[in-house]
């Protein structure tokens, strides 16, 4: 085993004798781009309404939820999809929330959540778990689309006013609150909230 | 032969129905057609408190209650009007009345027989009934008596 590493090693680091180095460089570049382009429509695949809803789980259950909601059915018709909340905008970030997704990959395949009965008893935890992270990075998914500093206060209703000019503007920092604190289950069914 | 006659005026009594009388909810539309649905209307959405008509009336809700869930897992409505939370958000705090259970005996919490808030609770529309209603207030009652 040792052997084997020591002799890919030293084949890697020795100059390459059979290749121009134009071929190298030119040929590494061309590949990179196929790669990376290649990695990036896969990773941007896997961000989409299609690929979410392809799995019965979310299909059958917060999908179905979603559309009589504001995010999926208004005047306006912008929609959120699955990803606008629940996967990061920046890179690191989202690379970091796909690596924990893989998790959900080992779901899929043991059907952990596969019926609707083991769903619903799952849901609490999952949805902490979202809960958290929003927390975590200040509703960030939200704030994407609904900044707070282009946020009119004299065009919401009073009790919503009273809110965001309170809790919101003051932050999470200073004892405020973020939005995920106030609008929990705007997109999907709350779970059972026993002792909440 | 007088009931015969009665008889034949049967039809006439149907076909004259369905011309004149209208359902005042169904508007201009015939009993045989199918009637165009009014524009939807918009919820009261300003959060001022209404008078109510009689003193045990249920409050009406002054604001949206679009996709709000109440169910067994959750309650909307409460996350705002429990008493542990009007500090926080000043809803109107639920009434002492939704604390008894049948017999009048104090729980802790909202007895589960008043849990479902919309089944007395309920918004309003923007817009004008289409049956106008004659229900005067005991107020205006006791006025008119006093003045004879």
Known sequence: MRDLVRRYWRTLISPSAYYSLGFLTIGGFIGGILFWGAFNTAMEFTNTERFCIGCHVMRDNVYQEIQPTIHFTNRSGVRAKCADCHVPHDWTFKMARKMQASKEVWGFIFGTIGTREKFVAKRRELAEREWARFRANDSLECRNCHEFQAMDFTRQSKRGADAHSGSLAAGINAGGKTCIDCHKGIAHRLPDMAGQ | MKRLSLLFLIPFFFWGNAFSQHDPLRGPARVDEVGKAAPMVNTENNDKKRVRSYAMQPPTIPHKTDNYQVDRFANKCIT?????????????????????????????????????????????????????????????????????
Do not use: W
């Open chain 2, 80 to 148: 705002c009007h429990a008493r542990t939370r009007v500090g926080e958000t000043q809803a109107t705090p639920i009434s002492i009345t939704h604390y008894t259970d049948r017999d009048g005996n104090f729980l802790a919490d909202v007895s589960p027989r008043r849990y479902f808030c919309e089944q007395c609770h309920v918004v309003q529309m923007q817009t004008e009934p289409p049956v106008k209603n004659r229900f005067q207030d005991v107020d205006a009652l006791i006025r008119k008596q006093q003045k004879k």
